[in-house]
């Protein structure tokens, strides 16, 4: 299972982007996607997740970014996407998407409950 991350990039405080994962050749709706970051320094931390199953499946969010990120799935694109709004110097770090196919909803924020890892896209926010 090979996830691709991208769209990151450098922006000021205040803008926005919008992260992608990808997983091909999957069946993407048995899939549960998390996101996770890590500034230098710092331990790996969740930011936000999303259930398998359709566009409507339950989403799950740090509450730092609860109401500026949107975690969101597209299956027929085999996409998740992180709509990031409202960017914070803090929001600065390498960004990873996870994936597993099985998940309790309270390991759902712990990395080591993440089968499969993506490469990491890198977020910075001047301020």
């Known amino acids: 299972v090979q996830l691709q991350a991208s769209g990151g990039g450098l922006v000021h405080a205040g803008g926005s982007l919008r992260l992608s994962c990808t997983i091909p050749?999957?069946?993407?709706?048995?899939?549960?996607i998390g996101w996770f970051r890590q500034a230098p320094g710092k331990e790996r931390e969740f930011v936000a997740a999303?259930?398998?199953?359709?566009?409507?499946?339950?989403?799950y969010y740090l509450d730092s970014v609860k109401g500026r990120f949107t975690v969101s799935r597209d299956n027929a694109k085999n996409t998740v996407y992180l709509q990031m709004n409202s960017l914070e110097p803090d929001d600065t770090a390498l960004y990873y998407c996870?994936?597993?196919?099985?998940?309790?909803?309270?390991?759902?924020?712990?990395?080591?409950?993440?089968?499969?890892w993506g490469q990491g896209t890198q977020v910075t926010v001047s301020s």
């Open positions: 999303i259930r398998r199953g359709g566009s409507s499946s339950s989403t």
């Open positions: 996870a994936a597993s196919s099985t998940l309790i909803t309270s390991s759902i924020r712990n990395p080591l409950a993440y089968a499969y």
């Open positions: 050749g999957v069946t993407f709706s048995n899939y549960n």
